[in-house]
């Protein structure tokens, strides 16, 4: 259960960090309470998994999938630079997550 609390925390950081951008600085209000909503339920999930997962590996793992997202959906999405430099980062930063993963006594 930790670790699937760990995903979706995760997974709502990606929604966050994406959320900000389309906040604009908390001045439109449906993307703000959006991103707000997010961080709170990240947050929480991120101390629920905490409560098992050892705090390096949660949240190396935590901020991990939310840089990874966030620079998919930054590539997909807002056309954002796929450069090679940009694709190896994130398959070292993948990379790091699935050995915390398989390393972890939890």
Wanted: charged share 10%.
């Amino acid at each position: 259960m930790a670790w699937i609390s760990l995903l979706i925390a995760g997974l709502l950081e990606i929604c966050w960090a994406v959320g900000l951008k389309y906040s604009e600085g908390f001045t439109k209000p449906i993307p703000s309470i959006f991103t707000v909503t997010a961080i709170a339920g990240s947050f929480w999930l991120l101390a629920i998994a905490m409560r098992t997962i050892p705090l390096g590996t949660a949240y190396a793992i935590w901020t991990g999938i939310g840089a990874v997202g966030a620079v998919i959906f930054g590539i997909m999405v807002l056309g954002e630079s796929a450069n090679i430099g940009r694709l190896v980062a994130i398959c070292l930063i993948l990379s790091g997550i699935v050995m915390l993963k398989l390393f972890s006594p939890s």
